[in-house]
């Protein structure tokens, strides 16, 4: 058999896990001009250069063999590798491309007051990054990415938010009469969802306030029109026994609805 068969037969589809002398150098031996691959191939040619026959080749690239750490062949079909093959290739090339050995290893930040991804998605991310072998400076740019993905979803939504509560407040305003009117019983609304935001001790609660609002409000209005119709009524009732009749003086805050420990700290 030819050398140039022999050689693709014993070593043309072999993968090596190890660090090795690439060999060549100096003069190329007449012999490789007995064989078309080594004269085609200068590469191949430079890396037997330093053995004196054909026997020494075969010899040293057997040696080569036996010290690298592990083989195996890599055939046409991919597929036909075994899964354990497949994650051996994936942790080779994870470690050449400088993936992290565990998941703190990512050095990943995010800009100072954006506020569309915590601490915690920080750590889930760097998780899903070494699950997946993703090298550091791709994990940066996807982090990148994500976070200004998120923070334009953001933007659009308090956009809507924004157009609906105008709309809102718009419609109320001629339900009420004028925008004046509108304003005083959007006030009334609020009172009495405070005065219902109590917590286990039946008082009312800042942080539970808060929370239902930003479900609800925005910039101090509330934003569906079918809700502001359906609390005008019970909101003006509850000012006053019998409620604050149309065009008259607002009755006392209902009580509870604005007390608040935060606020006596602040006087």
């Known amino acids: 058999m030819r050398f140039k068969e022999l050689f693709r037969k014993r070593f ?17 031996p007449a012999w490789h001009t007995d064989y078309a691959y080594l004269s085609e191939n200068p590469e191949a040619s430079k890396a037997f250069s330093k053995y004196k026959e054909p026997n020494d080749a075969f010899k040293g690239a057997h040696e080569a063999m036996k010290k690298v750490g592990r083989s195996f062949w890599l055939p046409d079909d991919h597929s036909k590798l075994t899964d354990e093959q497949k994650n051996e290739i994936r942790a080779n090339v994870a470690k050449m491309e400088g993936v992290p050995e565990t998941p703190d290893g ?4 995010i800009e100072k007051g954006d506020v569309s991804i915590d601490e915690q998605g920080i750590a889930d991310f760097k998780v899903f990054a070494k699950e997946n072998n993703i090298p550091v400076e791709l994990a940066k740019k996807l982090l990148t990415f994500q976070t ?12 809507a938010i924004k157009e609906i509560t105008t709309d809102s407040f718009k419609q109320f305003s001629k339900d009420c009469g004028g925008e004046a009117n509108a304003v005083m019983r959007m006030q009334w609304i609020k009172e009495l969802l405070q005065s219902k935001c109590l917590n286990s001790d039946g008082k009312p609660d800042k942080d539970i306030w808060e929370s239902f609002a930003k479900r609800i409000m925005s910039e101090d209005r509330v934003i569906e029109l079918p809700l502001l119709r359906a609390l005008a009524e019970p909101a003006q009732k509850a000012r006053g026994t019998g409620g604050a009749p149309a065009g008259q003086p607002a009755s006392a805050v209902a009580k509870g609805a604005l007390d608040y420990p935060e606020m006596d700290k602040k006087k």
Request: cysteine-free.
């Open 106 to 109: 990512y050095d990943l930040k």
């Open 12 to 28: 043309g589809n072999i993968v090596f896990f190890a660090d090795g002398d690439g060999g060549g150098g100096g003069e190329t």
């Open 148 to 159: 200004s993905f998120v923070n334009r979803l953001n933007k659009f939504r308090n956009d």
